[in-house]
């Protein structure tokens, strides 16, 4: 057989073994890279769900603790459970929770978890100490390793010093609400520092929702002060009950009338006053009842034995009155003595 011949044979049966190799390499490539492409948008996947999960679940947690604090009446209550929660979700081992006033450029502590004794009630101007600079500056403050002689975080079992301090600002649209200073003995992670940036913007909420509960108490009781004076004011035992017909007040001229005190009957019916005659009782109930479901009223002279033992004819009002909404609200009475 010619060389030339016998060498394309050769190369023949060399090119038949090698090509089914180097396609079963390139499927293999193929393959492991599918595989890894695969693998990689699984685990993408896999991570933008845990974040999804996470996320929901901080969601979650910040909400409940949303619900607890708004629950508060008290900005002293607020700061302590604000606190407790911390101290459960983050791991904080001392805490102070100070109360800002822009207008006068002060803080007050008026929470503590972990606190020393006599720490409560203490002032401090912004700029004065950490929790007044952080106040001045509206920017978080931390401190690691802490200084020695710092306050120690105690217990029953022993003391040591804290590893880390922070001090964040509670901003409510530009306003500082206040100031909230931690101790522990390790800083916030990951999770940690997001549940804080979340919460703190709840507490502001918090805080200057409870500030306008109570102005708007103040300003509610001072409307009711001023109408309990209006209504002492005039000389004609004057009464009213609410839709259930019971007592919420009088003035000062029915409570001489009969030698009563407002508060031992605010709250009752007509049918618990003794001062009156059973029969006389049972028949102002029913008219009571009917002008509160009509929301009419009632003219007449009665016949009414008053403190000092007399019994005088007396023109009796009553009148049913709405709410704004134009539900029933109640009735107002009052009556005159007539002479002669």
């Known amino acids: ?93 001392h805490g102070l929770f100070y109360l800002a006033d822009e207008q ?3 803080l007050v502590v008026v929470g503590g978890y972990a606190a020393p004794a006599g720490v409560m009630g203490r002032k401090f101007g912004f700029g004065e100490g950490l929790a007044g600079q952080c106040a001045r500056e ?35 649209d530009g306003v500082l609400q206040g100031v909230v200073e931690f101790a522990g003995f390790s800083p916030a992670d990951d999770r940690g520092e997001k549940f804080l940036s979340e919460i703190e913007t709840v507490a502001a909420g918090c805080i ?19 109408q309990q004076a209006l209504i002492d004011s005039i000389p004609n035992p004057i009464f009213y009950k609410d839709t259930d017909t019971r007592f919420l007040g009088c003035n000062t001229a029915y409570e001489q009338a009969f030698n009563v005190q407002k508060a031992d009957f605010v709250g009752k019916r007509v049918l618990d006053l003794e001062y009156l005659d059973s029969n006389e009782r049972l028949a102002y109930q029913r008219e009571d009842e009917q002008i509160i479901a009509e929301m009419g009223s009632v003219k007449r002279e009665v016949l009414l034995t008053f403190a000092d ?32």
């Open 138 to 172: 509206k920017v978080v403050i931390r401190i690691s390793p802490v200084p020695a002689g710092y306050l120690p975080v105690t217990s029953g079992t022993g003391s040591a010093p804290p590893s880390c301090v922070e001090l964040r600002p509670l901003m409510l």
């Open 104 to 106: 006068v450029q002060s």
């Open 208 to 226: 200057d929702l409870i500030r306008r509960r109570h102005k708007y108490q103040e300003q509610f009781m001072m409307q009711l002060e001023f």
């Open 309 to 340: 033992g007399t019994t005088r004819n007396c023109l009796y009002w009553v009148r049913g009155f709405s709410l704004s909404d134009g539900a029933a609200g109640g009735l107002v009475g009052t009556f005159i003595p007539v002479e002669g």
């Open 1 to 93: 057989m010619p060389l030339d011949l016998r060498i394309k044979i050769t190369m023949g049966m060399v090119l038949a073994l090698l090509v089914p190799g180097f396609y079963y390499r390139r499927q293999q490539k193929l393959r492991l890279a599918a595989e890894q492409r695969l693998l990689a948008e699984t685990q993408e996947r896999e991570h933008v769900e845990q974040a999804v999960l996470e996320s929901a679940r901080l969601a979650s947690e910040v909400a409940e603790i949303n619900a607890r604090l708004r629950s508060c009446n008290t900005l002293e209550e607020f700061a302590q459970q604000f606190l407790s929660n911390m101290a459960t979700k983050i791991g904080i081992c």
